[in-house]
């Protein structure tokens, strides 16, 4: 027996390390084929998110107050949204295809960032709050003021003599 390495049976990283393996497209039709669906499914769900659009432009203008409706097809379309932004970072940037110690290097920044996004929201709004609570000059120059009738009710408008 011989102590010789044999460069022959040396182990493929994919063998040794499963999570390591590439499943990258072999083939280019299958692969033309798989953008041509995510494209085809890409579009019908624009076109969802669009009618849903209309639909809740409608709803504002109706007499009636349907807050949760908006409220619940605005979520519909935020859901249609990521899912849509899903599909294309998995067909089109081909991360679908990653290890997945790759797509969570990607995924965990991305969601700290959607979560810095509602936190400087929520403080903006919080802030907005308490400058019109607690800083009155603020208020009185950014409150529009009411236009009221005459406070007389009784008097007239004074009328022109017309040589003025």
Not at 139 to 155: C, F, M, N, Q, V
Request: aromatic residues 12%; glycine residues 4%; neutral net charge.
């Amino acid at each position: 027996m011989s102590n010789h390495y044999d460069p022959t049976k040396d182990i493929s990283p994919s063998a040794a390390y499963p999570e390591v393996s590439f499943h990258h497209h072999t083939d280019d039709a299958e692969f033309k084929k798989r953008v041509k669906k995510t494209t085809i499914l890409l579009s019908v769900v624009t076109i969802v998110e669009l009618a849903i659009g209309l639909l809740i432009y409608n709803l504002h203008k109706g007499e009636v107050n349907r807050d949760f409706l908006i409220l619940l097809f605005k979520g519909v379309v935020c859901i249609l949204t990521l899912l849509k932004a899903y599909w294309i970072v998995s067909i089109f940037m081909h991360l679908g295809d990653e290890i997945k110690n790759m797509i969570m290097t990607i995924i965990v920044p991305l969601l700290l960032f959607v979560w810095f996004i509602f936190a400087f929201i929520y403080e903006g709004n919080s802030y907005k709050n308490l400058r019109n609570t607690y800083d009155l000059h603020f208020k009185e120059t950014t409150t529009p003021a009411k236009h009221h009738k005459s406070d007389k009710a009784d008097e007239k408008p004074v009328e022109k003599s017309g040589k003025e």
